[in-house]
C-alpha cells in the first residue's frame, strides 16, 4: 500500500516526466476510481490544460493544471504512475490515461480499484475538510512532541492516525519503531522527551531514507525490519524470531528482545 515514500516517489516520477506537456486526450477505461467527479466532466476540464506542478501531503498527491483546478490523486492499496513512450502498451490496469501533445501518456494503474482521482480547487480547503495532520516530513520536532506526547493510547496507533500525522501507513509505522527501539503498544503519553526525539529522528530518517531507495524494497538496507517482516522472519539485530500482533487494528511486527514497552 503506497504510504508517504512511495508517493513522493510517484511525485517524483511525474514531475520529471509529465509536467508542462499539453494534455489532448484523456481516457478513462475505468470510472470507479473517478470521485465527485464524472469521466465527461473530468475529460472536459482537463483537456487542453498542462500540469504545471504537483504538492504531496501525506498520501495525496495534488497535481496542479490551473489557479483553481488540481488533480487530487490517492493511490488506495495498490495504485501507481506509469509514463509511457509513443507505442509502449499501457497495463492492464491503467483506469485513466492522459495524453499528451507529444504523443507521450501517463496512465494511472491500479489492480484493485482502491485509489482515487478528484478535481479539486483548493488543496488548502481539502486537507482542512479531511482534517489531515501536519505531514510527516514536514512537521517540527517540536509539533510532533506536541501531537505524539500529548495524545492517549499505542504509540503505533497514533504514528497511524492520519488527522495527528499525515502519511505513515502500517509497514513504514513497524520499520519507524523498530529503528527507535520502541514497542508499538508503548502508551503515548509514557515517552519521555528523550523517547520522543528518538522516534521524530527515526521517522525522518526510515521515510527519507526509503525515498532516497525509490521505495525498492530490493534495496532496503539488510538491518530493517521490512525484509524480515512476516511470518518465520527474525530480527535483523538479535536475532530472535519477529513477534506479531493486532495493535491500533492493524497487524504490527516486532522484537519483544530490542523494542520495550516504556
Ligand atoms: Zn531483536
Same mark, same amino acid.
Given at each position: 500500500m503506497p504510504e508517504l515514500p512511495e508517493v513522493e516517489t510517484f511525485k517524483r516520477y511525474l514531475d520529471s516526466t509529465s509536467l508542462h506537456r499539453r494534455i489532448t486526450r484523456l481516457e478513462v477505461r475505468d470510472a470507479y476510481i473517478l470521485k465527485r467527479v464524472s469521466a465527461r466532466e473530468l475529460k472536459h476540464r482537463l483537456k487542453g490544460r498542462r500540469f504545471e506542478n504537483s504538492h504531496r501531503h501525506g498520501?495525496?498527491?495534488?497535481?496542479?493544471?490551473?489557479?483553481e483546478l488540481w488533480l487530487r490523486l490517492h493511490f488506495g492499496m495498490t495504485g501507481s504512475l506509469e509514463y509511457l513512450k509513443h507505442d509502449e502498451v499501457a497495463p492492464k490496469a491503467a483506469r485513466v490515461i492522459f495524453h499528451f501533445a507529444d504523443n507521450c501518456r501517463l496512465a494511472f494503474d491500479d489492480q484493485r480499484k482502491f485509489g482515487e482521482i478528484e478535481l479539486i480547487e483548493n488543496v488548502d480547503a481539502f486537507l482542512q475538510t479531511r482534517r489531515l495532520g501536519p505531514?510527516? @516530513?514536514?512537521?517540527?520536532?517540536?509539533?510532533?512532541?506536541?501531537?505524539?506526547?500529548?495524545? *492517549?493510547?499505542?504509540?503505533? =496507533? %497514533?504514528?497511524?492516525?492520519?488527522?495527528?500525522?499525515?502519511?505513515?501507513?502500517?509497514?513504514?509505522?513497524?520499520e519507524i519503531l523498530f529503528r527507535a527501539r520502541m514497542h508499538p503498544a508503548t502508551l503515548a503519553t509514557r515517552?519521555?522527551?528523550?523517547?520522543?526525539?528518538?522516534?521524530?529522528?527515526?521517522?525522518?530518517?526510515?521515510?527519507d531514507k526509503a525515498i532516497t531507495l525509490k521505495t525498492d524494497f530490493n534495496r532496503l538496507p539488510k538491518?530493517? @525490519?521490512?525484509?524480515?517482516?512476516?511470518?518465520?522472519?527474525?530480527?535483523?539485530?538479535?536475532? *530472535?524470531?519477529?513477534?506479531? =500482533? %493486532?495493535?491500533?487494528?492493524?497487524r504490527a511486527w516486532f522484537c519483544t528482545h530490542c523494542q520495550k514497552r516504556i
Open positions: 498520501k495525496h498527491l495534488f497535481v496542479r493544471a490551473d489557479d505531514d510527516a @516530513l514536514e512537521i517540527s520536532l517540536s509539533r510532533f512532541k506536541a501531537i505524539v506526547g500529548k495524545h *492517549r493510547g499505542a504509540v503505533k =496507533a %497514533i504514528l497511524l492516525n492520519q488527522q495527528l500525522i499525515a502519511g505513515i501507513g502500517n509497514l513504514y509505522a513497524d515517552l519521555s522527551d528523550k523517547d520522543l526525539r528518538r522516534l521524530f529522528r527515526a521517522t525522518r530518517y526510515v521515510l538491518s530493517w @525490519l521490512l525484509p524480515h517482516r512476516g511470518n518465520g522472519g527474525r530480527c535483523p539485530r538479535c536475532g *530472535r524470531a519477529l513477534k506479531s =500482533a %493486532i495493535i491500533g487494528g492493524r
